[in-house]
């Protein structure tokens, strides 16, 4: 009898649950098969959700090669055209007597003068003396002009060799055994003997001899 009670009871309990889960879904418009219902709806919109990525990525690819090929295209045209201005500065540099080499022109002076004076001479011509900043331009002036005054010097501190704008020396092509001053020599030529790339010389600075000027391009 006890048994019968509990098993009734359980029953009552299951019955119980059945109802309030079909009422609740019968309330919601469900019916009995909402459980199946809602996977379906699930899965449709996992796919929705996938193809709308796909879209995505395939516009956003799109996009990005387009911006590409544009930057390219715009890359290539800009270095025509400074290939074409460098090529036309090149030229016109010719013309007067300044030559042109990376993003600078030069000009070497007829007369001869004294470093001082020779500084003077640059600036009257919007240009200073030529401040050597590398091997390919040590090369090129080696190459295009004789024994003359570079931008450096030691007067200020002897043996703290500075250019005319104030910064220190880093690399220098000086020829063999320079600099060798014993606090006179407190300026420097490049070509000195010599028509290698190694050709600077501390020298007196009241001597007279020809300068290279250099005016930089500023391309902003
Ligand atoms: O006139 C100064 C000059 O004298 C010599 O060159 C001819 C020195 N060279 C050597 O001692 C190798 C230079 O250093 C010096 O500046
Ligand atoms: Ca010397």
Known sequence: MKGMKIEMSENMYANSEDTEFYTRNHMLGKGTSGTNRDSKTGSRCCMLTAVCLGVLCAVLLVALSLLWFKLNTEIDQLQTSCEAKEKNLGMLSQLDGWRYFRSSFYYVSTEKKTWNEARQHCRERGADL????SEE?????AENMGIAWIGLTDMDSEGVWKWVDGSSLTTGYWGSGEPNSKGDEDCVVTGYKSTNVKS????YCNNVEVCICERKINWI
Do not use: M
């Open 200 to 203: 600077w010389n501390d020298y």
């Open 137 to 141: 331009e040590q090369k090129f002036i």
């Open 130 to 133: 030529v401040i050597i900043n």
